[in-house]
Structures are given as structure tokens and as C-alpha cells.
């Protein structure tokens, strides 16, 4: 006679839960999970900065972008500034981007070694986004202060989180 217990399909070992795995095994556990998570948010910066400052380059030639020009030539006319400062802080501000994502990139690939520089460009990051917020101020921009206001807001828990996630756990 044929029981269920002939029919089970092979089963694979049991992993070991955290509570049998020991505490270094936990912290094993959460080091992984945290080392990836850093790696997301370092990369998400170092993204976000390369085509940000590549959408200023690409205004009405390509599929890619908004026209900026025109933008910030609006905005710093409502102040009576020329078309030419206009051009240059936009262009300017364009290439801190694409420097500020490659230093990203450089800090997401050289990983735990250039720790410090992680925590520069999330600096340099905030210090935009308090600088974009000011002329959003200035310029009356409230779409854009709402989101550079945003953007504050989630670049300080990327500082938050990448500095915790530096320290040992205990």
C-alpha cells in the first residue's frame, strides 16, 4: 500500500533563520542588504547628476530635454540681468552636474576606499539644491522650489542612511 509520504517531493534543507544563524551571522545578514542599498542610492545620485546636467546641453535638438535657454534667460531678464549671464550659470551649473555625477560614479565603483568622497558629493548635492532653491526664491519659481524643497528633503535621508549604513552594527 502506497502512503502521502511516498508522494512528497524532495525538499531542499532549511535555511537557517536569523535567530538559529547567531548574532554574526545577523550582522552578516544586515551588512549585505545595507551594502546594497548604498549601492542603489549611490548610483541613483550618480545618475541623476550625469542627465540632469546633460539635459542642459541638449535643449531643442534632440527628443532629450526641456529648452532651457529660454527658461533661464526669462528668468534672469525678470531681475535685469543679461542673456549672456543667463547662458553662462546655466552652462555653468550644467558642467558642476556632470562633474558632481561622475565624482558619484568615481565613488559608487572605488567603493569602501573613497569613503569620504561619498560624503562630499552628497554635500556638494544639498549645497545645489539650497543654491537652486534660493534662485527658484528669486525668480518666483514656486514649481521648482517645491521640488528642489523635495529634493533637499531626499538628498539629507541619503546622508542620513549612507552614514548609518557606514558604522558597524551593535
Known sequence: MTTVDNFRPAMRPRQPSAI???RRGIERLAEGSVARYATITVGF???FWLLNGLDKFFNEATFFGVTRD???IDAFAS???PAALALTALYGIGVFEIALGLAFAVALVSGPRLKGLTSLCLEASLLMFVTFTF???LFGNRQALWEHTCYIGLITLSMVFLRQAQRPLS
Open 20 to 22: 538559529t544563524v547567531g
Open 45 to 47: 545620485w550618480s545618475l
Open 70 to 72: 529660454a527658461a533661464f
Open 79 to 81: 531681475i535685469g540681468m
Open 135 to 137: 534662485g527658484d526664491i
